[in-house]
């Protein structure tokens, strides 16, 4: 009984399989692209994608925008008859 219980202990259950180095080669190169697909690309096409924020572009149109803005109300207002208190009774 003693002399199994050695042999157990030395090869465990499951840990006794070699698998040949070809196959542990080509899951290592697909489960390298396959971090590479999940991490890298999404965060390079993000950065792709949404580049004008980053160069600042996005800021400047948004500047542009509120100075026609600005300037549109200033029109607007410059055409708008004044209302003045009158005093007369």
Known sequence: MENQNSILQ????????????KTIQEVQKVAKQEIENI???PLVD???ENDKVF???VAKEIRNCQAQI????Q????????ST???KV
């Open 85 to 87: 208190f009158n005093m």
């Open 46 to 48: 993000y950065f792709e």
């Open 55 to 57: 160069s600042g572009q």
């Open 10 to 21: 030395k090869n465990p259950f499951g840990l006794n399989i070699t698998l040949p180095k």
């Open 39 to 41: 991490t890298v690309n």
């Open 75 to 82: 029109v607007m207002r410059e055409g708008q008859p004044r």
């Open 70 to 73: 600005y300037a549109l109300g």
